[in-house]
């Protein structure tokens, strides 16, 4: 391969990356917004507005809806902007370390989705329209940290 393709691939797979990384920007402050949500009304005792499923406060105030009496949005929160600091991270600045950190990170969150998913539906018998956003979010994070692996491997920038 001649050194100008070779350029070429890797000018479109940065140009690749950085959509990747404005569209995981995106996702994550509305995943960040919704878990801060679900977080402020568990401290503060209100109910949720749950207008879709009638299950939101059973599946808010199970006992599934808690790590070590730190609520799950709290950590849900937490995720998010992790995500978005580092998305934020890569925009700005190009810091190249990013796109390995990314893909283990939304993998990890789309695992414990997956898990509170299931916990809703065949333990908890209730579906919170909250939580299954948060899910819908994790999911589309863990595509776009495939997305990151591929443009890697299609650039060859497997930068440091």
Known sequence: MKNSELSSKTKSSEALL???FYGTSIV??????DASYLTTKYYLGTPLNCSVFEGCELVTTSQYATIFAIPVALLGAFYYLLIF???????????HFITRMLPPLTLIGFFASVWFVYLQLFVIRAICIYCMGSAASSTILLIMGLAVIKSQKVGGILKS
Do not use: E, P, T
């Open 18 to 20: 950085r959509r990747v």
């Open 28 to 33: 994550s402050i509305i995943g960040f917004l």
């Open 85 to 95: 600091i580092l998305s934020f991270m890569y925009l700005d600045a190009g810091v």
